[in-house]
């Protein structure tokens, strides 16, 4: 067992609120063998991939954070879908599928394939009929970074069949040891929550002060439960060629389409962004989210990438700030039933005057390219980042090897004309950049 880290726990507790799965989606070419085989090759690979070996354990009463227990993986885990469709189809059963949330506490992950599925994207190059992989997993089990390398782990793993471990710790007696246990740390904690409370005090006047938050759009409601998805795959040069990195490429392109989108009015806007912390940590979900002005008063897009890409290097130097560590130590010390009730005592409800940014961005380099799925080569991979009460429309951007996704969540509550958002996006993108 291992006790879970303070940023996992909440992330698992506000999975109870809001839906925080991840779907870590992968294209590849047709593999040599039938996709039931490969589904069976997939879970026998589970079993050798330590993360996909865990379930959570809930200590009674919140008196402790949830721990990580073993579990073997099971068929029920593994899902396939032999049915012939065609990309734009596939991407409608994936949105589905964000309604039939994880229970981590039973299986912390689960693997969906799809073949075969025509017209899959592959670049500036012509669409090919291939197949999909969609690893759902537990946002506390990993951010965006580790469930990705759990996913590389997963494809690179050897398929052998294992046997299985022991049935483990009884669960009578490990409620009844986590409970003592929790029970035993809540005055050292609930003291050092104080100390630490003071010392964030002491520092406070020394933190960066925090940028204004931005007028919330049409776009900054409540989704409701249906998901639309839409994906742009890119060669990576493309992106690029202008000399800006990948994420701040997108940005710029996001800045041109967002306000032709919305109209007018929008005369300042950002995005939430997520920045992921480079310091060592046992912690699985190792970043936080930054508001990045997508600066609409720069007319030239070369001046407009230079102030975002700033931005984010600011923002990324800003995490040693004394005073966020020391909130962040408050954070770790705050004991489990306080940071439990804490989550939800949280009014999803309200709408906040302002918001971080008005859609959030997620950006994941997962690596090269030389991942297979049986023979059959990856052709792109993609993602897509939840939606709250708050945030109708995200964007994740990933990479492998010399391709790029850029995909769209929102619903149609929030963009019914998607479609009309995605042509924009698309111009961005074919705009010129020096």
């Excluded at 593994?78 to 991407?91: A, I």
């Excluded at 059963?93 to 394939?113: C, N, T, Y």
């Excluded at 299985?164 to 904690?189: K, Q």
């Excluded at 993602?383 to 492998?400: N, Y």
Aim: some cysteine; glycine content about 8%.
């Amino acid at each position: 067992m291992q006790r879970m880290a303070a940023a996992d726990a909440a992330s698992y507790w506000m999975s109870e609120r809001i839906a925080n799965d991840q779907f870590l989606l992968y294209g590849f070419a047709t593999p040599a063998i039938s996709l039931d085989e490969c589904a069976r090759r997939l879970l026998a690979r589970a079993r050798h991939v330590d993360d996909l070996c865990l379930r959570i354990h809930d200590v009674p009463a919140s008196a402790d954070r949830p721990y990580w227990v073993s579990a073997e993986p099971t068929p029920d885990q593994v899902r396939v879908d032999t049915t012939t469709r065609t990309w734009s189809s596939c991407l409608d059963i994936v949105g589905a599928l964000v309604a039939d949330q994880l229970v981590p506490s039973r299986a912390a992950w689960r693997l969906h394939l799809f073949g075969p599925v025509a017209h899959l994207p592959a670049g500036d190059g012509p669409p090919v009929t291939g197949v999909v992989v969609v690893l759902q997993i537990s946002h506390a089990l990993g951010d965006g970074r580790r469930a990705s390398q759990i996913a590389r782990d997963l494809f690179d793993a050897p398929y052998l069949e294992s046997v299985g471990g022991g049935g483990g710790v009884p669960g009578l007696i490990r409620d009844v040891g986590t409970l003592a246990l929790g029970a035993l740390r809540f005055p050292a904690e609930f003291v050092s929550t104080i100390r630490r409370g003071m010392q964030v005090a002491q520092v406070g006047g020394q933190a960066n002060p925090g940028k204004p938050g931005y007028p919330l759009t049409t776009l900054n409601r409540n989704p409701g439960s249906r998901r639309l998805l839409r994906v742009v795959v890119l060669d990576r040069e493309r992106l690029t060629a202008s000399g800006s990195p990948v994420t701040v490429a997108v940005l710029v392109a996001i800045s041109q389409a967002l306000p032709r989108y919305l109209g007018d009015g929008c005369e300042r806007l950002g995005v939430e962004l997520t920045v992921g912390r480079s310091d060592k940590s046992k912690t699985r979900n190792n970043f936080r989210n930054v508001g990045i002005d997508l600066h609409l008063e720069a007319d030239e897009p070369h001046e407009r990438a230079r102030l975002i890409r700033d931005e984010i290097d600011a923002a990324r130097a800003a995490d040693a700030d004394p005073a966020r560590v020391a909130q962040r130590r408050v954070s770790e010390a705050t004991p489990a039933i306080l940071a439990h009730w804490g989550i939800w005592a949280f009014d999803l409800d309200t709408r906040p005057e302002t918001v971080t940014g008005v859609t959030v961005v997620s950006s994941v380099d997962r690596g090269a390219a030389d991942v297979d799925l049986d023979g059959g080569e990856i052709l792109f991979t993609t993602g897509f980042p939840a939606l709250s009460p708050v945030q109708g429309l995200t964007h994740g951007v990933h990479g492998i090897g010399d391709r790029v996704a850029v995909s769209v969540t929102t619903s149609p509550e929030i963009m019914p004309d998607v479609d009309r958002y995605m042509d924009l996006l698309r111009a961005g993108f074919d705009a010129p950049r020096r």
